[in-house]
């Protein structure tokens, strides 16, 4: 069985950092890409961050540009978001997604962000 637990989430003032963990089980972990997904209170579902399966390559949502950071221990199966220089508006639930396995994507449960002063 597929399982994403997220964590690292909290409340934290503007300017503040956060990093976010997933612990990944159920599939092989390095074979996959990675993503982070947002959402918040009352809008939809933003993209944040994507890795690849050997971790070479990432990519980013201009809104976190030069702030966050994807990385992942494939030994461990572990995701990671390092969030830095972090907004009010950067205040959301953050989820950790693997897309492709038996044609669907997985989710976590997400983890709640606050940023707030």
């Known amino acids: 069985e597929v399982q994403l637990v997220e964590s690292g989430g909290g409340l934290v003032q503007p300017g503040g950092s956060l990093r976010l963990s997933c612990v990944a089980s159920?599939?092989?972990?390095?074979?996959?890409?990675m993503s982070w997904v947002r959402q918040a209170p009352g809008k939809g579902r933003e993209w944040v961050s994507m890795i690849g399966g050997g971790g070479g390559s990432t990519s980013y949502a201009d809104s976190v540009k030069g702030r966050f950071t994807i990385s992942r221990d494939n030994a461990k199966n572990m995701l990671y978001l390092q969030m830095n220089s972090l907004k009010p508006e950067d205040t959301a639930v953050y989820y950790c997604?693997?897309?492709?396995?038996?044609?669907?994507?997985?989710w976590g449960q997400g983890t709640q962000v606050t940023v707030s002063s």
């Open positions: 159920g599939f092989t972990f390095s074979s996959y890409d």
């Open positions: 997604v693997v897309a492709g396995i038996a044609g669907s994507d997985r």
